[in-house]
């Protein structure tokens, strides 16, 4: 579409814009208050987070919205997608919207977010278990060596902690150091945010989230919220910090009315298209049949990214990484396809919870990398390995019987260990992509070589860390990064008028079984996968699992794949 027959009809479309407008004014006649309840929102799909901060940048510039109200119980999510919250929530704030929060029973997070409010409310009844954080760890090494499972890796990096769950019966010292920095760098940042959106000394908040479960009066008196009412009380409770309550409205109508509102300028037609590509998952080559669930495959991710190299209408791209890695391999040939995209057009990487190893890798393709301060990132590192079942295979009476034509044909089977030949030649090569992947970093950072070692071995950081060590530019949200492509590229940062184009390439199968294949009728899945899945904690466990399927699907294939993940308690 030319710029003339686009400007011909955005002036032929400002009577029903206007129109349409006018009805949202008389529907939210005297302003109104929009509600959300989080954890009713964070049940639906998984965009629902992208709505939300879509619906408070709306509502930060809209004249007709005087407030925002915010239920909040057991609110779920990593520590970056919350900052973002936070964040959009406190620019609300400063464009005089003032933003009340009603609590029950409160976490962490709940805390969290809440200290961003102007006005904090709790039930009489309710009580404050924000305790701070905690890393629980669960090891496995000895369960599994009595049922003759065995681990065989090979890491390069003091700090590449991704098998000691399945190999060891504790952390070795130097998983504990990296974790428990990680743990009390996040639990400063939680701290800090609550002393500073509640006018406290931090002192006194570390001291009333060691005297947790505080009751509701007890959370008063520490200052952690204003009031005590009943939901019934509430209405009253806004009206008076308001001097008049307008009308109450759910986010679902204000965004409905508000996109009608301005439908008919997206009619005439956008300048230009900035992408953000949703990058969330496991890094695995190939997608899989099977169940859904979110999977980083190359061979969908890498078309999509060259697709988008040679869409002319597509002027940048924001990528959305939240990943723990995986392959190697595939980690690189997505890297590859990024830095190739970058050459041609403005590429900003943004990591949101997790975005470390190879979810790292891929991100220093970008022109720009940027994350949250509680972002997790870095694990510049790699793993290889097997499981060998030769011992646990025996005790069911089963015994392989191997002929191979060359000494190492069968290296990769789980009937057998490797020797120490064959270790020295997978050290080696995993030393190689080690190798590789520091210089990926090196370059894509614009830093010699030294000053990214002594940030790499395999070592997990926050955002704050990692932007201090030079291994993203700074902190961001989401959509400041897409307005910034917008800006870069020269197009306005308006979604009216530059078209924000999502992309999920990642949407795809899930890994069912953890070891099919090794041996017909051998379900290996009643031993490690049900000992996986019912005794270690929820995040944990899938990473466990991940680990398990990856060295079964790769055995002795390069993974760049982050410690396993400990579950940071923000209950």
């Known amino acids: 579409m030319t710029g ?17 407008k006018l009805a949202e004014s008389l529907c939210f006649q005297g302003g109104v208050v929009v509600h959300v ?4 929102l964070q049940e639906g799909r998984e965009d629902n987070l992208g709505q939300l901060l879509e619906m408070l940048d709306r509502v930060r510039a809209d004249p007709l919205v005087k407030a925002l109200h915010l239920t ?14 936070r964040h959009s929530l406190i620019q609300l704030g400063k464009a005089g919207k003032p933003l009340f929060v009603d609590l029950a029973n409160v976490s962490n997070t709940d805390l969290f977010l809440a200290s961003a409010a102007r006005r904090v409310f709790i039930v009489p009844s309710g009580q404050v278990h924000a305790a701070g954080l905690a890393a629980r760890m669960n090891f496995f090494g000895e369960a599994l060596k009595r049922l003759g499972i065995r681990v065989q890796l090979i890491t390069a990096g003091e700090y590449k902690a991704a098998g000691e769950p399945m190999t060891r019966a504790h952390p070795s010292p130097e998983s504990r150091h990296a974790i428990q920095e990680l743990v009390e760098d996040l639990h400063d940042q939680l701290v800090q945010a609550v002393a500073s959106g509640r006018n406290l000394d931090p002192e006194l908040v570390r001291e009333a989230m060691e005297q947790t479960p505080l009751s509701a009066e007890q959370a008063l008196e520490s200052g952690l919220v204003d009031e005590l009412v009943y939901p019934d009380q509430f209405r009253a409770a806004m009206e008076r910090a308001l001097g008049r309550l ?25 300048d230009g ?77 943004v990591l949101r919870n997790i975005a470390a190893s190879g979810g790292y890798y891929m991100a220093v393709g970008a022109d720009e990398v940027y994350a949250q301060p509680g972002s997790i990132t870095g694990s510049i590192g790699v793993i290889s390995g097997k499981l060998v079942l030769d011992r ?4 069911l009476g089963v015994f392989p019987a191997t002929l191979r034509a060359s000494g190492s044909a069968d290296m990769e089977s789980a009937g057998r260990a490797l020797t120490e030949p064959e270790l020295l030649r997978q050290q080696k090569s995993v030393q190689q992509v080690y190798d590789t992947f520091l210089r990926r970093v090196a370059d894509g950072r614009r830093r010699p070589l030294r000053a990214v070692i002594p940030y790499a071995a395999g070592r997990v950081w926050t955002g704050r860390r990692a932007r ?12 400041d990064a897409w307005r910034r492509v917008c800006r870069i590229s020269g197009l306005p940062d308006d979604p009216c008028l530059t078209r924000r184009l999502h992309i999920r390439p990642g949407h795809v199968a899930r890994w069912k079984r953890l070891l099919r294949g090794i ?17 270690v904690e929820p995040e944990s466990g899938r990473d466990l699992l991940l680990l398990a399927e990856l060295l079964v699907d790769s055995p002795t294939q390069p993974l760049a794949l982050m410690e396993w993940r400990p579950n940071l308690d923000g209950t």
């Open 392 to 395: 646990a295979l025996s005790r």
């Open 519 to 535: 041996l017909p009728g051998v379900r290996s899945e009643d031993t490690l996968a049900r000992i996986l899945e019912k005794l």
């Open 72 to 85: 909040l119980h057991g609110t779920a999510g990593g520590w970056g997608r919350l900052q973002e919250i």
């Open 468 to 479: 201090d060590a030079g291994l993203v530019d700074g902190f961001t949200t989401l959509h």
């Open 246 to 270: 307008p009308r109450i409205v759910s986010m679902g109508g204000y965004l409905f009315w508000s996109r009608l509102a301005f439908l008919p300028r997206r009619l005439a037609g956008y």
């Open 273 to 349: 298209t900035v992408a953000v590509v949703h990058l969330q998952g496991p890094v695995v080559m190939r997608s899989r049949a099977g169940p859904s669930r979110s999977l980083i495959s190359a061979d969908e991710v890498v078309p999509v990214l060259d697709a988008l190299q040679d869409d002319r209408h597509v002027a940048g791209i924001v990528l959305s990484i939240d990943s723990g890695g995986g392959s190697a391999l595939a980690s690189d040939l997505i890297w590859r396809a990024i830095h190739r995209l970058r050459q041609q057009k403005p590429v900003l990487a």
């Open 4 to 20: 003339f027959l686009r400007g011909f009809l955005r002036a032929i479309l400002v009577i029903p814009a206007w129109l349409l």
């Open 37 to 40: 309840d989080l954890p009713r």
